[in-house]
C-alpha cells in the first residue's frame, strides 16, 4: 500500500478500506506523510466524496487518535452543542452560560476559524488573558463550579483532527460532508458529552451551501451519534447573511455580551434562545415551550451574563481590555432604501482581510480587527447612513470598499 495509491483511488471515486484510511491517516500524523500528498488525498475526499462506512472509520480513527473526556464525576446532565460555522457566529459565548445558568453543563471543546468562518477560540482569545489551553483537571473542575467552560482542542484530545483541520482550512478543502461529520462527532464524542446539540449553517456565508448537503450532514451525523449511543439533535439554520452585528473577534465579544445583557436584539439573539432552549430541554427532559421560558428568564434576570463574567475571569480574562482597534472606516449607505441583502460570504473574505482570520496556517489573527454592521437585512436606511464600521490593523491601509458588493437594497 501506498499513499499515491490511496489518493489515485480516492480521484477515480472508489470507496477506501478502513486499511487505507488507516495508512494515510495515520501516517500523516506520525509525519510520515507530508502535507502536500494528504491536501491532495483531502482535495479528493472533496470531490468524491465519503460514504457511511468510510465517514464512520475515519471518525473511530479520529477518536482513537487521543484521549476521551471522562466527565462521569460531573453530577449532572451534560450538554455540547457545535455549529458547522458561519459569518458572526458567536452563539458559544451566549448560549454557554445561559445552559449552565439553568443547571445543565455545557463542556465546550472547541476550535479556530476554519476557512472564512471564525472559531470560538480566537474569538475568547481576544480577551486579554482568557486562556484556552486548560488541562484536564482544570477543565473538570471549572466545569463543576460554573457548569461552563471552553478548551482548545489538547494535544492529546482528537490530535488527527487538529492537524487535518489547520491543513483543510488552508487547502480549499473545508466544504466537505464527511471531513465535516467525523471532524465535528469525534471532537464531540472524545468531549465526553452525553447529548449534543449541531446547528447546521446553511446558505453562501457557511460551509454547508445548500438545504440538501445540510439534510445529509444531518443523517450521517445522527447515524454516527446512535453508533456511539449518544442522542444527537440538529438544526438547520440560515447562513446568507452576518449572524448579528459583529464578524472579527473582541467585536464578537462585545456583541455577545450586549446580547446576555438584554442591550441587543436581532436573529441572532433568536437564535441563541432557540439553540438554548434545545439544551435545556435534553438535558433536562423538559418540553421545548417549558425549556425555552426558563432561558428567557435566565436572560431576564442577569444570571446569564453573571455567569459568563464569572466564566471570563475564571479562565483568567480581564474584559476591560476588551477593546477594538482605533484605525477605522465608516461605510457609508450609496442610496436611500430597505436593505435586502447582506452578503456573508463577502463579509467574511473581508473580515479575513482586514485581519480578523488566517488565510495561512501561521497567519497570526489581529483580535482588535473586525467588523461592525449598523444595519441589519429589512432595516431601512438614507444615503449617508453608516452601514458598517470596519477595524483594520493599526497603521495598515484599510481597503476600498463599494457598499454595493455587499449589500442589496430596494
Ligand atoms: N467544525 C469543525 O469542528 N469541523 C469542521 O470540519 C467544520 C466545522
Given at each position: 500500500?501506498?499513499?499515491?495509491?490511496?489518493?489515485?483511488?480516492?480521484?477515480?471515486?472508489?470507496?477506501?478500506?478502513?486499511?487505507?484510511?488507516?495508512?494515510?491517516?495515520?501516517?500523516?500524523?506520525?509525519?510520515?506523510?507530508?502535507?502536500?500528498?494528504?491536501?491532495?488525498?483531502?482535495?479528493?475526499?472533496?470531490?468524491?466524496?465519503?460514504?457511511?462506512?468510510?465517514?464512520?472509520?475515519?471518525?473511530?480513527?479520529?477518536?482513537?487518535?487521543?484521549?476521551?473526556?471522562?466527565?462521569?464525576?460531573?453530577?449532572?446532565?451534560?450538554?455540547?452543542?457545535?455549529?458547522?460555522?458561519?459569518?458572526?457566529?458567536?452563539?458559544?459565548?451566549?448560549?454557554?452560560?445561559?445552559?449552565?445558568?439553568?443547571?445543565?453543563?455545557?463542556?465546550?471543546?472547541?476550535?479556530?476559524?476554519?476557512?472564512?468562518?471564525?472559531?470560538?477560540?480566537?474569538?475568547?482569545?481576544?480577551?486579554?488573558?482568557?486562556?484556552?489551553?486548560?488541562?484536564?483537571?482544570?477543565?473538570?473542575?471549572?466545569?463543576?463550579?460554573?457548569?461552563?467552560?471552553?478548551?482548545?482542542?489538547?494535544?492529546?484530545?482528537?490530535?488527527?483532527?487538529?492537524?487535518?483541520?489547520?491543513?483543510?482550512?488552508?487547502?480549499?478543502?473545508?466544504?466537505?460532508?464527511?471531513?465535516?461529520a467525523s471532524s465535528i462527532l469525534s471532537k464531540k464524542i472524545a468531549g465526553g458529552a452525553d447529548k449534543i446539540l449541531i446547528d447546521i449553517k446553511v446558505g453562501e456565508g457557511a460551509l454547508v451551501k445548500t438545504m440538501s448537503e445540510a439534510i445529509k450532514l444531518s443523517d450521517i451525523m445522527k447515524k454516527i451519534g446512535e453508533k456511539y449511543k449518544k442522542e444527537v439533535r440538529t438544526l438547520l439554520t440560515p447562513m446568507d447573511t452576518p449572524l448579528g452585528y459583529?464578524?472579527?473577534?473582541?467585536?464578537?465579544?462585545?456583541?455577545?455580551?450586549?446580547?446576555?445583557?438584554?442591550?441587543?436584539?436581532?436573529?441572532?439573539?433568536?437564535?441563541?434562545?432557540?439553540?438554548?432552549?434545545?439544551?435545556?430541554?435534553?438535558?433536562?427532559?423538559?418540553?421545548?415551550?417549558?425549556?425555552?421560558?426558563?432561558?428567557?428568564?435566565?436572560?431576564?434576570?442577569?444570571?446569564?451574563?453573571?455567569?459568563?463574567?464569572?466564566?471570563?475571569?475564571?479562565?483568567?480574562?480581564?474584559?476591560?481590555?476588551?477593546?477594538?482597534?482605533?484605525?477605522?472606516?465608516?461605510?457609508?449607505?450609496?442610496?436611500?432604501?430597505?436593505?435586502?441583502?447582506?452578503?456573508?460570504?463577502?463579509?467574511?473574505?473581508?473580515?479575513?482581510?482586514?485581519?480578523?482570520?488566517?488565510?495561512?496556517?501561521?497567519?497570526?489573527?489581529?483580535?482588535?480587527?473586525?467588523?461592525?454592521?449598523?444595519?441589519?437585512?429589512?432595516?431601512?436606511?438614507?444615503?449617508?447612513?453608516?452601514?458598517?464600521?470596519?477595524?483594520?490593523?493599526?497603521?495598515?491601509?484599510?481597503?476600498?470598499?463599494?457598499?454595493?458588493?455587499?449589500?442589496?437594497?430596494?
Amino acid at each position: 500500500m501506498n499513499i499515491i495509491e490511496i489518493i489515485t483511488k480516492k480521484k477515480n471515486g472508489y470507496a477506501l478500506t478502513d486499511e487505507e484510511i488507516d495508512y494515510a491517516f495515520q501516517n500523516y500524523l506520525n509525519e510520515k506523510i507530508p502535507d502536500y500528498q494528504m491536501s491532495s488525498l483531502l482535495m479528493a475526499i472533496c470531490i468524491n466524496g465519503m460514504n457511511y462506512d468510510e465517514t464512520t472509520h475515519l471518525t473511530d480513527l479520529f477518536l482513537r487518535s487521543g484521549d476521551t473526556l471522562d466527565l462521569s464525576s460531573i453530577d449532572a446532565p451534560k450538554v455540547d452543542k457545535h455549529s458547522t460555522g458561519g459569518i458572526g457566529d458567536k452563539t458559544t459565548m451566549i448560549i454557554g452560560p445561559i445552559v449552565a445558568s439553568l443547571g445543565v453543563v455545557v463542556p465546550k471543546m472547541s476550535g479556530r476559524g476554519l476557512g472564512i468562518t471564525g472559531g470560538t477560540i480566537d474569538k475568547l482569545e481576544s480577551i486579554p488573558g482568557f486562556r484556552t489551553n486548560l488541562k484536564e483537571d482544570e477543565f473538570l473542575s471549572l466545569l463543576k463550579k460554573n457548569g461552563f467552560a471552553v478548551t482548545s482542542q489538547t494535544s492529546n484530545l482528537v490530535p488527527m483532527d487538529r492537524k487535518i483541520y489547520a491543513l483543510r482550512d488552508v487547502t480549499g478543502t473545508t466544504e466537505s460532508l464527511p471531513l465535516i461529520a467525523s471532524s465535528i462527532l469525534s471532537k464531540k464524542i472524545a468531549g465526553g458529552a452525553d447529548k449534543i446539540l449541531i446547528d447546521i449553517k446553511v446558505g453562501e456565508g457557511a460551509l454547508v451551501k445548500t438545504m440538501s448537503e445540510a439534510i445529509k450532514l444531518s443523517d450521517i451525523m445522527k447515524k454516527i451519534g446512535e453508533k456511539y449511543k449518544k442522542e444527537v439533535r440538529t438544526l438547520l439554520t440560515p447562513m446568507d447573511t452576518p449572524l448579528g452585528y459583529a464578524i472579527g473577534n473582541r467585536v464578537e465579544v462585545l456583541e455577545a455580551m450586549a446580547v446576555l445583557k438584554g442591550e441587543s436584539k436581532s436573529p441572532l439573539t433568536d437564535l441563541c434562545v432557540q439553540l438554548a432552549s434545545h439544551m435545556v430541554s435534553m438535558g433536562k427532559n423538559l418540553s421545548y415551550d417549558v425549556a425555552r421560558d426558563e432561558v428567557l428568564a435566565a436572560l431576564e434576570d442577569g444570571s446569564a451574563y453573571q455567569k459568563f463574567v464569572d466564566f471570563v475571569h475564571d479562565q483568567g480574562g480581564d474584559l476591560d481590555q476588551v477593546v477594538l482597534n482605533s484605525n477605522k472606516v465608516d461605510i457609508l449607505a450609496p442610496c436611500d432604501g430597505e436593505i435586502d441583502s447582506i452578503s456573508a460570504l463577502k463579509m467574511g473574505e473581508l473580515a479575513i482581510s482586514l485581519g480578523a482570520g488566517r488565510l495561512q496556517k501561521e497567519d497570526e489573527i489581529d483580535p482588535g480587527t473586525g467588523i461592525m454592521l449598523h444595519h441589519l437585512v429589512g432595516e431601512k436606511v438614507q444615503k449617508g447612513d453608516v452601514l458598517f464600521t470596519m477595524y483594520g490593523k493599526e497603521e495598515a491601509l484599510l481597503p476600498f470598499v463599494d457598499p454595493n458588493e455587499y449589500y442589496t437594497f430596494k
